[in-house]
């Protein structure tokens, strides 16, 4: 049996329909079960595996992986590890805290400027795109080196000893994600302001508003969807990162990026590497869900994603 | 300044070249605008205008868009900077003071919430920026969602209310802070014709009661009629006339405001001694025009049909269309192309011949 259904004015059957929508979904479908749920799921798996005498996966069940983490090992506890992850946390929030800080005003001077200089502004926001990050953490290095002027400046303040560079360290560090992830701030915030209702704002002014009343009652909440979309932006890749913190942080500023490239390449340690990326995942969900929780989904202040 | 610079605006503004205000109904100008200039770049948006309003009244600025009423309103408001010009309020001076300086508050065109606040919080939200103690907040929100009978939506947020709800809300929240003045720009325009019909009375009901001057952007001319003490009807950037709804309906000073205004009938006329001399005859008036050539103006259901030949400015005529609307009948009667209102009447038919009567207090001569 077939019933007849006008689809947006075409005439179809609901078979024609189906077999047609999954035509047209299962080219994707494959690509992310090959590529990215299949590779999830041997990660879950090596996760939970021992890693043999000469780097080899052992298929045996154990917890061990996890212990380890939680910072249970052969000599006792430790609070390496869990530092590690919680120097993450620390450090991606901070770096997408920086980041929409400094996104605002600069969202607010792309969309008040005129025409084509609106789209040259937004041209060299994604100009550093065409670099790779790699480089750019290079270029940082050059920069904060001990013969470049800020470091010179910086010794001159006093704040620096003689032919000292500015990295490694925490600053270099900041600097280095921030640059990197700004753009990621920006760009969403800049589609929300350019599409900021002023008649909200005056009538702010006009019910007497101070200047930060405002931007929390009149500007903030316009730019929720747009923020959103920034703090994810921001806040996934800054967990994950680990060319930045390698190249401008050195050891001491080790974060939870570098900890399982170091399991997957020097350590071959695959089963602990495979522990720390489902770790890095929880938290990085755990951050997701409490971003989404935060808002209220019953405020109205936008779309949620 | 004080009571004789009003005193001097009043007096500039009776005499002034632009318009003829009528005294203010209660004896004093409570806002007074003089000489108000904006341009935006090379576009004149207001020429030079003056006007004053008195304590309680309530005026409409009614145009076409473009005429520059909303941007006159914005420079009441504080939201826009005059080039030149004056505005006070009260006696006080008010050009330079921003918009959260003024005793003036807002309605806007799109409401303008605060999409994150219910609605409790959108109107409480002037009294807070003032620092209000909350008991007093939580009362005048309270009296002010009683008087617009917006106490069950309280809780409720902006997305979730209909047009006609959101502009109690707006006006609730303008209205709790006790302003001065209250502006209200176009506010009706996103309802339905039904909820304008009735919250166009109910607007009029409250500005009696709490005796707020109001001033009301629109481009209706039914909604100005409809609400206002006065209407200013403006073109291109200045104030063509201004006075009561019914001065301004029945004696429109120039072809635009008689025909912005309703329908209206523009017979050319030269006159000839005291009468006018039209295509439709010899018309005798009140008082004879100004000008020696010129436009008189007749309203459609101004405009008699007769039976019989009448006594003074009878006009002989044939029904060349009519158009039966129910609680009326509109005619088109050659000569003349006029237009023609009357109540529905079986015998007219196309093709009727009619005697239409021109009344000389009906016939109102142009300016222009």
Same mark, same amino acid.
């Given at each position: 049996?077939?019933?007849?259904?006008?689809?947006?004015?075409?005439?179809?059957?609901?078979?024609?329909?189906?077999?047609?929508?999954?035509?047209?979904?299962?080219?994707?479908?494959?690509?992310?079960?090959?590529?990215?749920?299949?590779?999830?799921? %041997?990660?879950?798996?090596?996760?939970? $595996?021992?890693?043999? %005498?000469?780097?080899?996966? +052992?298929?045996?069940?154990?917890?061990?992986? &996890?212990?380890?983490?939680?910072?249970?090992?052969?000599?006792?506890?430790?609070?390496?590890?869990?530092?590690?992850?919680?120097?993450?946390?620390?450090?991606?929030?901070?770096?997408?805290?920086?980041?929409?800080?400094?996104?605002?005003?600069?969202?607010?001077?792309?969309?008040?400027?005129?025409?084509?200089?609106?789209?040259?502004?937004? $041209?060299?926001?994604?100009? @550093? &795109?065409?670099?790779?990050?790699?480089?750019?953490?290079?270029?940082?290095?050059? &920069?904060?080196?001990?013969?470049?002027?800020?470091?010179?400046?910086?010794?001159?303040?006093?704040?620096? @000893?003689?032919?000292?560079?500015?990295?490694?360290?925490?600053?270099? +560090?900041?600097?280095?994600?921030?640059?990197?992830?700004?753009?990621?701030?920006?760009?969403?915030?800049?589609?929300?302001?350019?599409?900021?209702?002023?008649?909200?704002?005056?009538?702010?002014?006009?019910?007497? %508003?101070?200047?930060?009343?405002?931007?929390?009652?009149?500007?903030?909440?316009?730019?929720?969807?747009?923020?959103?979309?920034?703090?994810?932006?921001?806040?996934? @890749?800054?967990?994950?990162?680990?060319?930045? @913190?390698?190249?401008?942080?050195?050891?001491?500023?080790?974060?939870?990026?570098?900890?399982?490239?170091?399991?997957?390449? %020097?350590?071959?340690?695959?089963?602990?590497?495979?522990?720390?990326?489902?770790?890095?995942?929880?938290?990085?969900?755990?951050?997701?869900?409490?971003?989404?929780?935060?808002?209220?989904?019953?405020?109205?202040?936008?779309?949620?994603? | 300044?004080?009571?004789?610079?009003?005193?001097?605006?009043?007096?500039?503004?009776?005499?002034?070249?632009?318009?003829?205000?009528?005294?203010? #109904?209660?004896?004093?100008?409570?806002?007074?605008?003089?000489?108000?200039?904006?341009?935006?770049?090379?576009?004149?948006?207001?020429?030079?205008?003056?006007?004053?309003?008195?304590?309680?009244?309530?005026?409409?600025? =009614?145009?076409?868009?473009?005429?520059? /009423?909303?941007?006159?309103?914005?420079? =009441?408001?504080?939201?826009?900077?005059?080039?030149?010009?004056?505005?006070?309020?009260?006696?006080?001076?008010?050009?330079?003071?921003?918009?959260?300086?003024?005793?003036?508050?807002?309605?806007?065109?799109?409401?303008?919430?605060?999409?994150?606040?219910?609605?409790?919080?959108?109107?409480?939200?002037?009294?807070?920026? !003032?620092?209000?103690?909350?008991?007093?907040?939580?009362?005048?929100?309270?009296?002010?969602?009683?008087?617009?009978?917006?106490?069950?939506?309280? /809780?409720?947020?902006?997305?979730?209310?209909?047009?006609?709800? /959101?502009?109690?809300?707006?006006?609730?929240?303008?209205?709790?802070?006790?302003?001065?003045?209250?502006?209200?720009?176009? #506010?009706?325009?996103?309802?339905?014709? /039904?909820?304008?019909?009735?919250?166009?009375?109910?607007? !009029?009901?409250?500005?009696?009661?709490?005796?707020?001057?109001?001033?009301?952007?629109?481009?209706?001319?039914?909604?100005?009629?409809?609400?206002?003490?006065?209407?200013?009807?403006?073109?291109?950037? !200045?104030?063509?006339?201004?006075?009561?709804?019914?001065?301004?309906?029945?004696?429109? *000073?120039?072809?635009?405001?008689?025909?912005?205004?309703?329908?209206?009938?523009?017979?050319?006329?030269?006159?000839?001694?005291?009468?006018?001399?039209?295509?439709?005859?010899?018309?005798?008036?009140?008082?004879?025009?100004?000008?020696?050539?010129?436009?008189?103006?007749?309203?459609?259901?101004?405009?008699? *049909?007769?039976?019989?030949?009448?006594?003074?400015?009878?006009?002989?005529?044939?029904?060349?269309? =009519?158009?039966? !609307?129910?609680?009326?009948?509109?005619?088109?009667?050659?000569?003349?192309?006029?237009?023609?209102?009357?109540?529905?009447?079986?015998?007219?038919?196309?093709?009727?011949?009619?005697?239409?009567?021109?009344?000389?207090?009906?016939?109102?001569?142009?300016?222009?």
């Amino acid at each position: 049996m077939t019933r007849l259904l006008i689809w947006y004015g075409e005439l179809a059957t609901g078979r024609r329909l189906f077999c047609r929508g999954a035509s047209f979904l299962l080219p994707a479908l494959l690509w992310l079960t090959l590529f990215l749920m299949l590779p999830s799921i %041997a990660l879950v798996a090596v996760a939970f $595996a021992q890693r043999g %005498a000469y780097g080899e996966v +052992v298929w045996q069940f154990t917890l061990k992986n &996890f212990h380890r983490l939680l910072g249970y090992g052969l000599f006792g506890w430790s609070a390496d590890y869990l530092l590690i992850l919680l120097r993450s946390v620390w450090v991606a929030l901070v770096t997408t805290v920086l980041g929409v800080v400094l996104s605002y005003p600069l969202a607010f001077f792309i969309a008040s400027r005129r025409g084509r200089a609106r789209y040259l502004w937004l $041209a060299l926001i994604i100009l @550093p &795109f065409c670099t790779n990050l790699v480089i750019r953490t290079y270029a940082w290095q050059l &920069f904060l080196s001990n013969q470049m002027p800020l470091a010179r400046l910086a010794h001159w303040f006093g704040w620096l @000893p003689e032919g000292w560079a500015l990295y490694p360290g925490t600053v270099a +560090v900041y600097l280095g994600m921030v640059s990197s992830f700004l753009p990621f701030a920006a760009l969403p915030l800049y589609t929300s302001v350019e599409r900021l209702d002023w008649s909200v704002v005056e009538a702010a002014q006009d019910l007497y %508003a101070s200047r930060w009343r405002v931007f929390v009652h009149a500007i903030v909440p316009q730019t929720i969807p747009g923020l959103t979309v920034a703090l994810i932006l921001t806040f996934i @890749p800054a967990m994950g990162v680990f060319v930045v @913190p390698d190249l401008l942080g050195g050891a001491k500023h080790m974060l939870i990026g570098n900890l399982i490239q170091q399991q997957f390449g %020097a350590s071959r340690d695959w089963p602990f590497g495979a522990a720390i990326s489902m770790a890095l995942m929880v938290l990085t969900l755990v951050g997701l869900f409490l971003l989404r929780r935060s808002g209220g989904n019953d405020r109205g202040g936008g779309d949620w994603p | 300044m004080g009571q004789g610079f009003l005193a001097g605006i009043r007096a500039s503004l009776r005499d002034g070249p632009v318009l003829d205000v009528p005294a203010a #109904p209660a004896g004093t100008t409570d806002l007074g605008a003089e000489g108000i200039y904006k341009s935006f770049g090379d576009v004149e948006v207001l020429t030079d205008i003056s006007f004053g309003v008195g304590d309680g009244e309530f005026v409409t600025l =009614l145009g076409p868009s473009g005429c520059g /009423k909303t941007t006159l309103l914005r420079i =009441l408001a504080g939201l826009e900077l005059p080039d030149r010009g004056e505005v006070t309020l009260c006696g006080k001076r008010m050009t330079g003071l921003p918009a959260n300086r003024r005793p003036v508050n807002t309605v806007f065109q799109s409401y303008a919430l605060f999409p994150h606040l219910d609605v409790a919080e959108n109107v409480a939200f002037g009294l807070r920026s !003032r620092r209000t103690a909350a008991a007093e907040v939580e009362l005048r929100v309270g009296q002010a969602l009683q008087m617009l009978q917006m106490e069950p939506l309280a /809780k409720r947020y902006p997305h979730q209310l209909s047009g006609g709800q /959101k502009q109690r809300v707006a006006l609730a929240r303008a209205l709790v802070n006790e302003p001065a003045l209250l502006l209200l720009d176009e #506010p009706m325009s996103a309802l339905d014709a /039904k909820l304008r019909a009735e919250v166009q009375i109910e607007l !009029r009901r409250l500005q009696r009661r709490l005796g707020t001057m109001f001033i009301l952007v629109t481009h209706d001319q039914e909604e100005a009629m409809t609400v206002s003490d006065r209407v200013l009807v403006m073109r291109g950037g !200045r104030i063509e006339q201004s006075g009561a709804p019914s001065e301004v309906y029945e004696r429109p *000073v120039n072809r635009f405001v008689a025909e912005f205004l309703g329908s209206a009938n523009l017979i050319a006329g030269r006159r000839v001694s005291g009468l006018v001399r039209t295509e439709v005859g010899l018309l005798k008036m009140d008082e004879p025009p100004a000008w020696d050539e010129g436009t008189l103006a007749i309203r459609p259901e101004r405009i008699q *049909v007769c039976g019989h030949r009448p006594e003074v400015n009878g006009v002989s005529g044939r029904v060349r269309e =009519l158009i039966y !609307r129910g609680d009326h009948m509109d005619l088109f009667v050659e000569p003349g192309a006029l237009r023609v209102r009357t109540a529905p009447r079986p015998e007219l038919c196309v093709g009727a011949r009619v005697w239409l009567e021109l009344r000389p207090e009906y016939l109102v001569p142009l300016s222009d």
